[in-house]
């Protein structure tokens, strides 16, 4: 059996966290480099498989340290999603910066065969004009231009293709795929990992769910899917060279839907009333509140992407549909669900 050496960025985070525990005890795992800014998360303490590297993507501390443990496949999760407020210019340099680095580091590393990056499915724009029949494609446009998390987005895509068609010039080049999921859920998101996204504000932070539009609606995919699909890529022998995929089951849960699945009330606003609101609540909390520019717009238009290739070029079918996915309470992480949610 052949042994591997992954490298995981983003290691304490949702995804990359999920990601070395679920991969740790595979047996052809001989090591799994996990990259963070932050320490060691409780999920992945004692795990004798684990090399820790405490430092930021767009560092130049660590490149070869990673590199002198051969690995073969890079998994980029790492992503300062919250905008922190007053400080794009150093957000940048995290996140796209950051990202470049990442992709220089796979594309000169001899060892490394599979690129895995994160993207998401924010880059598509959540723009007025946007309908419930019109399914996006992955070779669609990536049109977002106001909410910095998807700017950010976009620009670490467009250096991953300026990497490979350089590398591609001048050499074999690992396979790339790139992943762009629906919103993220599962027993570790919601009873795990500490988060301040939109599952959190309509369960825990209204009291009554406002509903901006009758078309919004969010499509959820399952985190036991996100795994499954990241060990389709990293285990198995796939045709392609760089190939990109919109992760998410084609369904939708539509914002009354949500609001039934979390046993609360609606009422009415218009899309302009959650702008003002955004703004108001952004800089009053200094950005304590996710309330960014442009993000009042993900709460108001739908963006519904079409999760059909993965299936159609690998055969992988999902576990839940988008409501199950938000609703059930099972999965890979539900025994750490409180006895009181259960």
Known sequence: MTQRTLFITGGAGYVGAMLADQFHDRPEIK?????????????????????????????????????AKQPDTVINTAWQIREMYGKKE??????????RKVFDFAFSTPSVKKLIHFSTASGYGAEPTNTLEHLFKEEETLRENIYLYGIEKIAAEKELEVAYA???SSGNVPQVFVVRPAALTGPRGRYMFRRFGLQSVLRKG????????DIWCRQFIH????????????????KGQYEVFNITPNSIVLA????????KKTFRITPFIVRCAFFILWHLSRGKIPTSKGGWRFYSYPIV??????TNMYGY???YESRPALENKTGRYAKYIPESEK
């Open 317 to 319: 079918k999902y576990q």
């Open 31 to 67: 090591e799994i480099i996990c990259l963070d800014k932050n320490e060691m998360p409780d999920l992945l303490k004692g795990k004798s498989k684990i090399f820790w590297i405490t430092a930021n993507t767009s560092d130049d501390t660590w490149q070869e340290v990673v590199r």
């Open 166 to 168: 350089k590398a591609k």
């Open 90 to 99: 150093l957000q940048w340099k995290w996140n796209v910066i950051g990202s």
């Open 305 to 310: 992407m079409d999760g059909r290739k993965l």
């Open 223 to 238: 985190e036991d899917d996100v795994c499954d699909i990241v060990d389709l890529l990293t285990f198995k022998d796939l």
């Open 256 to 263: 009354h839907d949500m609001a039934e699945v979390m046993k």
């Open 206 to 213: 209204l009291p009554i769910i406002p509903i901006a539009n």
